[in-house]
């Protein structure tokens, strides 16, 4: 998938199509809540295996109870389809 930067429009007209994400300083942002630590973890394990599969690594904050992650293409300078189709992933992960 091209990594480039997507323009302004492009990136409103993405944002509708998710649940719960924001854009913060050029990048997606969501957090996500769970009922203990070990849910946390697990969650970030399993997104973690889809970044490394994407070669697209988000930063991700988690603690006890809470998952958040801060998604944008480095070498882009800015939002791509790459940082969307793998927030859509992440989403996915929650509705199975």
Known sequence: MARKKLSNEEIE???SALNGWKV???????RF???NF???????NKVGA????????PDICFGWGYAEFSIMTHDAGGLTQ????????IDNLTEN
Not at 24 to 30: F, G, S, V
Not at 82 to 89: M, P
């Open 38 to 44: 070990a849910e946390s973890l697990a969650f970030v």
């Open 50 to 57: 889809i970044a490394e599969r994407r070669d697209h690594h």
């Open 33 to 35: 809540s769970f009922s």
């Open 24 to 30: 913060e300083n050029d990048n997606l942002k969501k």
């Open 13 to 15: 007209s993405s944002l």
């Open 82 to 89: 790459n940082d969307f189709a793998l927030v859509k992933e």
